[in-house]
Structure formats: C-alpha cells, structure tokens
C-alpha cells in the first residue's frame, strides 16, 4: 500500500475516527489500495462509531448502492439521519433524498424539505439547490 495508506492505517488502528474514513475513501476509490468497497464499509463503521459523522454519511451511501453491504435503505436513513444530526451536510442532502423517494423512510415532502433546508444551512449547494427545486414543488402541487 502506498504511504498514505499506511498513515491512515495507523491514524485508525490509534483509535483516530478521521484516520479510519480517509483509509475508507482509498479503499472505496482504489486509490493507493485495491478497491475494496467491503472493507471501505469497515472503515466508514469505524469512523462513523468514532464520531466522525462524513464516515456515516458514506457508509449509508453504500448500503443504498449495496457496495460491500447488503442493499439496505433502512439502515441508509439510519445512518444519515446520525451524520446529519452530527453536522455533515452530506449526510442532510442524502436523508432529503431518501424522503423524496419514499426509500428506507415513508415518503415526505416535508422532511425532504427540512433536510435539504438543513443542508443548504450546512453551507451545502447542492442542498439550497435540492431545497429550492422541492419548494417550487410543493408550491406547484394541488
């Protein structure tokens, strides 16, 4: 594995939750490492359990791909409403999706809502942008 690798390795087996999700990002990617999306997922659990709230948000995105894990959109929701909830926009963005959909969660316009509200508050473009197409949404609607 290439020094990056290796520091993070390190970084992780210390306990350091940043450590474990960096190490997830080379393994998902294949960068510096074999793409591995099953120990990818090891590592965001470990980041995630370590409180790093970006390692959440990845992990459920996996389980919504059914990379390394069995497809779960449950488990998904679960794991971005935690990220979320830790301040990781990404993870506020995802769960809005979720809600728009209806997947792993009942369907909500309003939730969507509130979730891509929160990830534009969470300086997220892509959440003001979600948040903005959603209200003219629910605006146009009967």
């Given at each position: 594995?290439?020094?990056?690798a290796?520091?993070?390795q390190?970084?992780?087996?210390?306990?350091?939750?940043?450590?474990?999700?960096?190490?997830?990002?080379?393994?998902?990617?294949?960068?510096g490492?074999?793409?591995?999306?099953?120990?990818?997922?090891?590592?965001?659990?470990?980041?995630?359990?370590?409180?790093?709230a970006?390692?959440?948000?990845?992990?459920?995105?996996?389980?919504?791909?059914?990379?390394?894990?069995?497809?779960?959109?449950?488990?998904?929701?679960?794991?971005h409403?935690?990220?979320?909830?830790?301040?990781?926009?990404?993870?506020?963005?995802?769960?809005g999706?979720?809600?728009?959909?209806?997947?792993?969660?009942?369907?909500?316009?309003?939730?969507?809502?509130?979730y891509?509200?929160r990830?534009?508050?969470?300086?997220?473009?892509?959440?003001?942008?979600?948040?903005?197409?959603?209200?003219?949404?629910?605006?146009a609607?009967?």
């Amino acid at each position: 594995p290439d020094k990056d690798a290796e520091l993070f390795q390190k970084a992780c087996d210390g306990g350091d939750a940043g450590g474990c999700f960096n190490l997830g990002l080379l393994y998902e990617n294949g960068n510096g490492v074999k793409q591995n999306y099953f120990r990818a997922a090891e590592l965001y659990q470990k980041a995630c359990d370590g409180g790093d709230a970006g390692g959440c948000s990845l992990l459920g995105l996996l389980y919504e791909n059914g990379r390394g894990v069995k497809q779960n959109y449950f488990r998904a929701a679960e794991l971005h409403q935690k990220a979320c909830d830790g301040g990781d926009a990404l993870g506020c963005l995802l769960l809005g999706r979720l809600y728009a959909n209806g997947r792993g969660v009942k369907q909500s316009r309003e939730e969507a809502l509130k979730y891509f509200g929160r990830a534009c508050n969470l300086e997220d473009q892509r959440g003001c942008d979600r948040y903005r197409e959603a209200k003219e949404r629910v605006s146009a609607s009967p």
